[in-house]
T-cell receptor, first 113, second 109 residues
Framework: SQTIHQWPATLVQPVGSPLSLECTVE??????LYWYRQAAGRGLQLLFY??????ISSEVPQNLSASRPQDRQFILSSKKLLLSDSGFYLC????????????FGDGTRLSIL | KNEVEQSPQNLTAQEGEFITINCSYS?????LHWLQQHPGGGIVSLFM???GKKKHGRLIATINIQEKHSSLHITASHPRDSAVYIC???????????FGKGTRLSVIA
């Protein structure tokens, strides 16, 4: 069966520090991969999605970036965090088109101080 | 741009009540998804449907393609149903989902 791992579960970082969140998927090949952010009390905002290794689509211009170095690995990064980067970050995967269910990781709660 | 609107935004119900959450969208879609976000933040996919009705336990999802509208029903609601319910639509291919803002449901014993 397929599983998705996302870590860490919680993270407290100072303003200006770098960020690296990692997500890996097991049990499937060539998944579509997604990074979402959810600000407190708000809906899901798509940040990045990837349909293959090295292929990243950015939905929201900001100080975050994403990379997909391997088929089932998706990394969210920042060189310098802002206060506005606080939120709940979720990784998800789906089959090769969006007419398949998305499966979400447990999320990372990021607090910027 | 497709807008996905959910109503109500917040809903409080007594245990045992029949609950309906609505979702409407403005542009033709390939499929509609209903998701549940638990208080801890985790999200699970409940249904994906492109026509008709689907049922899983006490949950029922319906969609009317002509009216661009879907409903999620919960029968015999229970406090453990308390969560945020999210509607999302897909267009097929590799285009990402478009999400509604969610409906926060609280079921009181």
């Amino acid at each position: 069966s397929q599983t998705i791992h996302q870590w860490p579960a919680t993270l407290v970082q100072p303003v200006g520090s770098p960020l690296s969140l990692e997500c890996t998927v097991e049990g499937t090949s060539n998944p579509n991969l997604y990074w979402y952010r959810q600000a407190a009390g708000r809906g899901l905002q798509l940040l990045f999605y990837s349909v293959g290794i090295g292929q990243i689509s950015s939905e929201v211009p900001q100080n975050l970036s994403a990379s997909r170095p391997q088929d089932r690995q998706f990394i969210l990064s920042s060189k310098k965090l802002l206060l506005s980067d606080s939120g709940f970050y979720l990784c998800a995967w789906s089959g090769v088109n969006s007419n398949q269910p998305q499966h979400f990781g447990d999320g990372t709660r990021l607090s910027i101080l | 741009k497709n807008e996905v609107e959910q109503s109500p935004q917040n809903l409080t119900a007594q245990e045992g009540e029949f609950i309906t959450i609505n979702c409407s969208y403005s542009v033709g879609i390939s499929a509609l998804h209903w998701l549940q976000q638990h208080p801890g933040g985790g999200i699970v996919s409940l249904f994906m449907l492109s026509s008709g009705k689907k049922k899983h336990g006490r949950l029922i999802a319906t969609i009317n393609i002509q009216e661009k509208h879907s409903s999620l029903h919960i029968t015999a609601s229970h406090p453990r149903d308390s969560a945020v319910y999210i509607c999302a639509v897909s267009y097929g291919g590799n285009t990402p989902l478009v999400f509604g803002k969610g409906t926060r449901l609280s079921v009181i014993a």
